[in-house]
């Protein structure tokens, strides 16, 4: 099976931190990145996003080396916590921004955006300002962009850490749905293993700057004390 | 907070401070009202009026353009190093007294200054003249491009971190970074930031008195000045203040739609990172903005400095008339200090212990009259009571005054301050029984003297550097360092007043900094 990540002998340095990551994600996963707070998950999201410039080793994405690839020219979207939406503009035009950047929008582009909240469950949501919108419902938003933007891999930093548990349930199950009808590979990071082991089928644990552990979900280690 | 029983003295204190201040603008309507206006709105009046709203759009206009421009480079550099002193440089102005500056604006862009030396080296024959509308524009732009440029750095560095990071993985190009990020932060300051500079321009006296240079180039307060002043024509500046009056009522009203701009910044955890800047034509583009804001807003500062330092301190110090100067300013600045204190914890804490939301409204109003009559139209009003004379009297007017300056700034500072005090305290005071004066000593002076200082220096530094309220009142007989400074620059005595100015910026400068709630947060933001 082809790779969608590969990153190889990577290592950075922010500070006093030293970071080295090797891992691969098989093209299609649902992997759920998880270890504790200030283990490096989300410099890891930031490398392969391209928030940060290895030192060293090789990044590739789709087989292709990222080195001299811009953040926005990456094959990846971005889902974070919160503040997934411009607050200053109307849903649609949040969404639209995943078809194109600068806003130009032919009537299949618009179609588009309005395919994708539906299918996040947002219809007739265009015109809403993302502050009138819960806390579920601006993730769904973040969701539909990420499925407009139709690249493969999408990067989900604990994007339902805010939302109370039933809620959680539900978008996950939306998640669950969308990576299976669109394909995406999917990693998401998460403290919540229950989580973890209902959505994905990989793992990457990471600990201490370092992949500590990686594989079939099943694998998952049991944490010591807790 | 629910009000309690048991607050009265509080609400006391409150109405007394209200009385007071609403007494003394009242005082000084009086004369002007029983003078009654002479003259209407006459071909010259409307002149001063024109070149009064002229002046003030033009600067308006230009701080907040090259403001916002200064303001995208350094929220594009959240790393760049020494941007808290950046920041905290943009600030400096703020402290400067206007005669201060005016004096700096002049050694930089007068006639002999460094500017005209520039142009001869290169060999311009002809030399830039700044005084009128330029200067005016100049030294108002010196004061406000930083103003509005820290002002829209806020607003930026306010967005939430991810956005730059959305904005970089959507691929947002320069342009929609612009329109659709960077565009609608600024948009969303710019009435409250635009609004305010208008109004500090719109009322600015001292810049306009010194650089101005003649009666082409006259503003409402300035012609108030005049006319009272030269002319003694008081139906004409009576007018002049009903005018006055009515035009920052009405910045007031707009003002008043807006919410204030907010200097303090969200606070994220994790620093600001910026994902835009790091092609070579951004770099250079705001290396250059940054340099060139640095040298136009620094160079005043340097002149004051440098000329300050070359001139003669030995004379200077020998003239009895510097000491004079020198102890009139410091009982001027520590009473207005003082009173400024009084008057803002009086306003803070009667703010909130009443329920009544029209009391709460009038000590709102009363705290901040000062804006809608300006110093000068407050003094004029004294001016006829006293009709020049007055003895003793001028003194205590221009501390009232100068204190009255410093409420709207002081009880921005001090009232939060109270409000959580008091939410912390007030339950356990009551049960240990501590009122009164007791509580005051114990609990409340200890917890709230950071604020309650901070209102004091800043109305000192305030006080120490006004020309405004002593203008009418300044004579042989009144003589304050900014009066001094003044009629020095009047005479040509260039090398006094550059050593006068020297020492009334630092200690101003001094003063302001004590006064002004310190930016620890936006240090810890900006690495």
């Given at each position: 099976?082809?790779q969608?990540i590969?990153?190889s ?7 006093d931190h030293?970071?080295?990551?090797d891992l ?5 996963a649902?992997?759920?990145v998880?270890g504790?707070?200030g ?5 890891l999201f930031?490398i392969l996003?391209?928030?940060?410039a ?9 087989g292709?080396?990222?080195a ?6 990456r ?7 919160d503040?997934?939406?411009?607050a200053?503009?109307d ?15 032919d009537t ?12 996040v ?5 265009e015109k809403?300002?993302p502050?009138?919108l819960s ?9 539909a962009?990420?499925l407009v933007r ?5 990067l ?5 850490a805010?939302l109370?548990?039933?809620l ?11 990576h299976?009808d669109?394909g995406?590979?999917?990693?998401m ?12 089928d990989?793992f990457?644990?990471?600990?201490a700057?370092h ?5 079939a979900?099943?694998?998952l280690p ?5 | 907070?629910?009000p309690q029983?048991g607050?009265?003295g ?10 007071f201040?609403?007494?003394?603008v009242a005082l000084a ?6 003078f ?8 010259q009046?409307v ?5 009064t709203l002229?002046q ?8 907040v353009v090259f ?11 959240p790393?760049?190093v ?12 703020m402290g ?6 005016a004096f700096?604006?002049l ?5 002999e200054?460094?500017?005209?030396s520039?142009l001869s ?12 509308m330029t200067?005016?524009l100049v ?10 440029a820290?002002?829209?750095t806020?607003?930026l560095d306010?967005?939430?971190?991810t ?7 959507l691929?947002?190009?320069r342009?929609s ?11 969303a300051?710019?009435?409250?930031v635009?609004g ?5 321009c719109?009322?600015?006296?001292t810049l306009v008195?010194?650089l101005g240079?003649g009666?082409a180039?006259t503003?409402?307060?300035v012609a ?5 002043k030269?002319?003694f024509e ?9 005018v ?9 009203l ?7 701009p907010?200097?303090e ?5 994790a ?5 835009d ?9 705001d290396?250059a903005?940054?340099l ?10 340097v002149?004051?400095?440098?000329d300050?330092l070359r001139?003669?301190f ?5 003239d ?12 001027l ?7 400024a ?12 212990s009443?329920a ?5 409204g009038?000590l709102d109003?009363?705290?901040?009259l000062?804006?809608l ?11 006829l009571?006293l009709?020049?004379g007055g ?5 205590v007017?221009?501390?009232?005054i100068?204190a009255?300056m410093a409420l709207p ?6 009232q939060p ?7 912390r305290?007030r339950?356990?005071s ?5 009122t009164?004066?007791?509580r005051?000593?114990?609990i ?9 200082l901070?209102a004091?220096f800043?109305a ?8 405004g309220?002593?203008?009418?009142f300044?004579?042989?007989g ?7 400074i003044?009629?020095r ?11 006068l100015?020297l020492i009334?910026a630092?200690v101003?400068?001094?003063f ?7 930016d620890?947060?936006?240090?810890e933001?900006?690495?």
């Amino acid at each position: 099976m082809m790779q969608a990540i590969e990153v190889s002998g990577v290592g950075l340095t922010l500070g006093d931190h030293r970071f080295g990551f090797d891992l691969v994600v098989p093209a299609g996963a649902f992997v759920a990145v998880t270890g504790p707070s200030g283990a490096g998950k989300s410099t890891l999201f930031n490398i392969l996003a391209g928030f940060e410039a290895p030192d060293e080793g090789r990044v590739l994405i789709g087989g292709q080396d990222m080195a001299s690839v811009p953040p926005g020219k990456r094959p990846v979207s971005l889902v974070f916590q919160d503040n997934n939406l411009f607050a200053h503009l109307d849903i649609f035009t949040n969404v639209a921004l995943g078809v194109s950047p600068s806003l130009r929008l032919d009537t299949v582009g618009r179609a588009a955006v309005s395919s994708a909240l539906s299918r996040v469950g947002l219809s007739g949501f265009e015109k809403r300002m993302p502050g009138t919108l819960s806390g579920g419902e601006r993730q769904r938003a973040a969701f539909a962009r990420a499925l407009v933007r139709k690249r493969p891999i999408m990067l989900l930093d604990e994007p339902f850490a805010a939302l109370d548990p039933e809620l959680r349930h539900q978008m996950g199950d939306l998640l669950g749905a969308l990576h299976r009808d669109e394909g995406f590979t999917v990693l998401m990071i998460t403290h919540d293993r229950d989580e973890a082991r209902r959505l994905a089928d990989r793992f990457i644990l990471v600990e201490a700057g370092h992949v500590a552990a990686q594989g079939a979900i099943a694998d998952l280690p049991v944490p010591q004390g807790g | 907070m629910r009000p309690q029983r048991g607050m009265t003295g509080e609400r006391m204190g409150g109405a007394l401070a209200l009385a007071f201040i609403l007494g003394f603008v009242a005082l000084a309507l009086v004369p002007l009202l029983r003078f009654g206006s002479a003259g209407g709105l006459d071909a010259q009046i409307v002149g001063v009026l024109k070149f009064t709203l002229l002046q003030a759009s033009l600067s308006t206009l230009l701080s907040v353009v090259f403001g916002a421009v200064v303001a995208l480079s350094v929220a594009r550099r959240p790393q760049l190093v020494g941007r808290v002193w950046l920041l905290r440089f943009m600030a400096a102005p703020m402290g400067l007294p206007a005669l201060a500056a005016a004096f700096g604006v002049l050694a930089v862009w007068g006639r002999e200054g460094v500017f005209n030396s520039v142009l001869s080296f290169f060999g311009v024959a002809t030399k830039f003249n700044v005084y009128g509308m330029t200067g005016i524009l100049v030294a108002h732009t010196f004061f406000n491009i930083p103003l509005a440029a820290r002002l829209f750095t806020a607003a930026l560095d306010r967005f939430p971190p991810t956005y730059w990071k959305l904005a970089a993985n959507l691929g947002l190009g320069r342009v929609s970074l612009f329109r659709l990020v960077e565009g609608p932060a600024l948009m969303a300051a710019l009435p409250g930031v635009a609004g305010l500079i208008f109004m500090l321009c719109a009322t600015s006296f001292t810049l306009v008195l010194t650089l101005g240079g003649g009666p082409a180039a006259t503003t409402l307060e300035v012609a108030i000045y005049q006319a009272l002043k030269f002319d003694f024509e008081p139906g004409r500046a009576v007018f002049l203040v009903l005018v006055q009056v009515v035009l920052t009522g009405l910045v007031l009203l707009f003002l008043a739609a807006f919410p204030t701009p907010a200097e303090e910044r969200a606070q994220q955890g994790a620093g600001i990172r910026r994902f835009d800047g790091g092609s070579l034509v951004s770099k250079v583009w705001d290396g250059a903005v940054i340099l060139v804001f640095l040298i136009f807003c620094g160079a005043p500062f340097v002149a004051i400095l440098v000329d300050g330092l070359r001139a003669d301190f030995p004379h200077l110090l020998a003239d009895p008339l510097f000491w004079r100067a020198l102890s009139t300013s410091a009982a001027l600045g520590l009473s207005a200090g003082l009173l400024a204190l009084i008057l803002s914890w009086l306003i803070a804490v009667a703010r909130i212990s009443t329920a009544s939301r029209v009391f709460a409204g009038g000590l709102d109003a009363g705290g901040s009259l000062i804006l809608l009559t300006p110093p000068i139209v407050l003094s004029t009003g004294w001016f006829l009571w006293l009709k020049g004379g007055g003895g003793f009297a001028p003194y205590v007017l221009v501390a009232v005054i100068n204190a009255l300056m410093a409420l709207p700034f002081s009880l921005r500072v001090l009232q939060p301050a109270v409000l959580s005090h008091f939410e912390r305290t007030r339950r356990l005071s009551q049960s240990l029984g501590l009122t009164g004066f007791q509580r005051l000593r114990i609990i409340d002076a200890p917890a709230l003297s950071r604020p309650l200082l901070m209102a004091f220096f800043f109305a000192l530094a305030l006080s120490l550097g006004d020309l405004g309220a002593v203008a009418l009142f300044g004579g042989e007989g009144f003589v304050t360092l900014p009066w001094l400074i003044y009629a020095r620059l009047g005479s040509y005595r260039t090398t006094d007043a550059a050593a006068l100015t020297l020492i009334l910026a630092a200690v101003c400068m001094a003063f302001a900094v004590l006064g002004t709630p310190s930016d620890r947060r936006q240090g810890e933001a900006g690495r």
